[in-house]
């Protein structure tokens, strides 16, 4: 038995395909704001700030292992509903909070360990949606392309580790833009198109991230906003990243002349 704590946007359904493929048995705290996953009778809609009912469900289960996947948004502190348990944890998520939505998350984990619950990876079940080291486009990035991903690798580890910035946007060796609450999506939408289509997004895992629940995505609506903006191509982190619509994302980039580099 699995536990899936699904939020928001489409890595949850990837996930929950692969696990229904495989016949595994699960069930689903949905943490969405419009419970998205009410059709599925496996899915339970709890308040995170109920923090002992999401307990009690775990063990009921006779669930040991749990993934979070997709954004989980991070609900307003005076609108939290809170049980007993929920106010036993309280001051240790307001604490986090503070730091960040990735301090929220790893107090979580801590949390759900002290009650003999393990969070495993959200790829466990589905490795192809990550990459191995490699050039996955007809385009090769440039010389001078390596250089702008280096560099700009080098930025992102310098960061805050608790803030929202998985991704930056180089063009000409300079940054042109930092990924904020908004997300990635914004970001390049924010960019200036090039006339020249030079410029590349990077993005990578942030300095602590904890791996098992926050792996930074892209898709096929990335290709798409860079291909808007001019920008060149994208650089991830080999099995680090995950990537949604992989051979259509992939099409469209060949197609459209943008390069997809796994470093």
């Known amino acids: 038995m699995i536990g899936l704590f699904f939020g928001e946007k489409n890595l949850p359904i990837e996930i929950l395909k692969k696990i229904e493929k495989k016949k595994i048995n699960y069930f689903i705290i949905d943490l969405t704001k419009n419970n998205r996953f009410k059709k599925n009778n496996k899915s339970f809609f709890i308040n995170i700030g109920k923090f002992g009912e999401i307990l009690k469900l775990i063990k009921s289960q006779k669930c040991k292992k749990v993934i979070f996947a997709g954004n989980i948004i991070k609900p307003k502190i005076s609108k939290l509903k809170l049980d007993m348990k929920g106010l036993y944890y309280f001051p240790r998520i307001l604490k986090a909070a503070k730091l960040g939505d990735a301090a929220i998350l790893k107090v ?23 990459l191995k080291k490699g050039i996955y486009t007809k385009i090769k990035p440039s010389k001078s392309e390596i250089k702008e991903i280096i560099k700009g690798i080098k930025i992102l580890k310098k960061i805050n580790s608790y803030n929202h910035t998985q991704a930056i946007i180089l063009r000409s060796n300079k940054v042109i833009a930092v990924e904020k609450k908004k997300g990635t999506s914004a970001m390049i939408r924010s960019v200036h198109k090039s006339k020249n289509n030079d410029g590349v997004l990077i993005k990578f895992p942030k300095t602590k991230q904890d791996l098992r629940v926050d792996l930074p995505t892209i898709g096929l609506d990335t290709f798409k906003d860079c291909n808007k903006a001019g920008i060149k191509g994208i650089a991830v982190k080999s099995n680090q990243n995950i990537i949604l619509n992989k051979s259509e994302a992939i099409k469209y980039a060949n197609r459209n002349k943008l390069f997809l580099l796994s470093t």
């Open 108 to 130: 979580l984990i801590k949390i759900l360990l002290e009650n003999n619950i393990k969070v495993i990876k959200l790829n466990s079940f589905n490795p192809e949606l990550t």
